[in-house]
């Protein structure tokens, strides 16, 4: 029901949660329901990953290890150090069409390049 709850209701639950399952207390009843997980190996290092969508979610988004590197900025003509965060996602095809999983994706990019238009 993550589509009926505000940005600080849902804040406070994923608190919780992350927290049960640090602490190794999550139940399996808490772990199941869901179509979508997000997986992160930036905390160990990763730089890319492939993530195995676990039926019967529909998806799965791995964010790696975010790194300076130096980019190529079209409208300046120029190259500039940009923090860069990989992702993957991987979805199941018979569920997430193709384009619609890559413009999903780009909407993540958006985001992440500016949280604020979250907020208008």
């Given at each position: 029901?993550?589509?009926?709850?505000?940005?600080?209701?849902?804040?406070?639950?994923?608190?919780?949660?992350a927290?049960?399952?640090?602490?190794?207390?999550?139940?399996?009843?808490?772990?199941?329901?869901?179509?979508?997980t997000?997986?992160?190996?930036?905390?160990?290092?990763?730089?890319?990953?492939?993530?195995?969508?676990?039926?019967?979610?529909?998806?799965?988004?791995?964010?790696?290890?975010?790194?300076?590197?130096?980019?190529?900025?079209?409208?300046?003509?120029?190259?500039?150090?940009?923090?860069?965060?990989?992702?993957?996602?991987?979805?199941?095809?018979?569920?997430?069409?193709?384009?619609?999983?890559?413009?999903?994706?780009?909407?993540?990019?958006?985001?992440?390049?500016?949280?604020?238009?979250?907020?208008?």
């Amino acid at each position: 029901n993550v589509n009926r709850k505000s940005l600080s209701e849902l804040s406070v639950e994923l608190t919780d949660l992350a927290k049960k399952a640090r602490d190794k207390k999550l139940s399996p009843d808490e772990m199941q329901g869901g179509t979508f997980t997000i997986s992160n190996l930036g905390g160990i290092g990763g730089t890319g990953f492939t993530p195995i969508v676990y039926p019967p979610q529909v998806a799965i988004l791995g964010v790696s290890r975010a790194k300076y590197q130096q980019v190529f900025v079209k409208d300046k003509g120029e190259f500039e150090k940009r923090l860069i965060v990989p992702l993957s996602l991987s979805y199941d095809h018979r569920v997430i069409n193709g384009a619609d999983g890559a413009r999903f994706l780009r909407y993540i990019c958006n985001v992440m390049e500016d949280p604020y238009a979250l907020l208008f």
